[in-house]
């Protein structure tokens, strides 16, 4: 705080304890308003939530919801990140079905600027991925691969929460908007950070599986559904959690050009249904 010297506010200024009122009352409406920025967001997402429950589902109904009253625009730079083991997680659980890499990527672009789109991948001995990657790659996703040890050893974390922080952090600068597709409430440190540096956050999951307060501190929430997953049911009833997957040969219209006229595989999700729960013990 800066100190103000009782001689200068002589001939009919105000004291330094004036100021310092002043002071402690601005910052008392900071709080205020932070607080009521934070009650209108809730407000918004309760009556959006109340909605889409007595509305019935339409193809054309929007995913995007505006929590500030933002709308997209055409020139904005966007850099997507993708938590691949959370949003697996919540595909399988709730729709018994594997995102379709390509239409998300799609949608969450919305005939923007795409400037990077990072994938996050774990992978364990054993585990075969090298297919999904290439997919990624193919239609416009960086890949970073962690390797982790066996599923037994505690050590082994399959957790890209500061590989993403990081990465989020250093190309935050050069971008406009930060799209994080993830429903991990460990991530509102992050989305704060972003925001206070003036870049606006964007949050992509299902409603279902994502944390409140990871929500309320977006800009603009992406509500995924069944229109950015694989049609029909990707897991038999009796799956379990080790069991290998068996990749089925189909393909898709690239999203960036492949080198040659080799057809690319439809980005799946792992290839394996081998990851580590997503909580741990």
């Not at 402690?24 to 934070?38: F, G, M, N």
């Not at 790659?137 to 974390?157: I, L």
């Not at 990465?167 to 799209?179: E, F, G, K, M, Q």
Request: hydrophobic content about 30%; glycine content about 6%; overall charge negative.
């Amino acid at each position: 705080m800066i100190m103000y010297s009782p001689r200068a506010s002589e001939g009919g200024g105000e004291s330094v304890e004036d100021l310092q009122n002043r002071v402690i009352e601005l910052q008392d409406q900071i709080v205020q308003e932070r607080s009521k920025h934070k009650e209108e967001m809730k407000r918004g997402l309760e009556a959006f939530e109340k909605m889409r429950k007595d509305t019935p589902s339409s193809q054309n109904q929007k995913m995007l919801v505006s929590v500030d009253g933002h709308d997209l625009s055409r020139q904005q730079r966007v850099a997507i990140f993708v938590d691949v083991q959370n949003m697996y997680y919540a595909a399988r659980n709730l729709y018994q079905s594997k995102l379709e890499f390509s239409t998300l990527l799609k949608h969450l672009v919305s005939k923007r600027v795409l400037q990077r789109a990072l994938a996050y991948v774990v992978e364990r001995p054993g585990m075969e991925q090298n297919k999904f990657i290439e997919v990624l790659r193919r239609n416009g996703y960086e890949v970073r691969k962690r390797v982790v040890g066996d599923r037994s050893d505690p050590t082994s974390s399959g957790d890209w929460n500061i590989g993403i922080t990081l990465d989020a952090l250093a190309i935050s600068p050069r971008t406009d908007v930060c799209i994080l597709v993830t429903g991990d409430g460990d991530f509102v440190p992050l989305v704060e950070k972003l925001r206070n540096d003036g870049v606006r956050v964007e949050i992509a999951s299902f409603r279902d599986t994502t944390s409140n307060d990871l929500y309320q501190c977006a800009d603009q929430v992406h509500h995924l559904d069944e229109r950015v997953l694989l049609s029909g049911n990707q897991f038999q009833s009796n799956d379990s959690e080790d069991d290998e997957y068996e990749e089925e040969e189909e393909y898709e219209e690239e999203l960036v050009p492949s080198r040659g006229n080799r057809g690319s595989r439809r980005a799946r999700g792992p290839v394996e249904d081998n990851f580590d729960d997503e909580d741990g013990d």
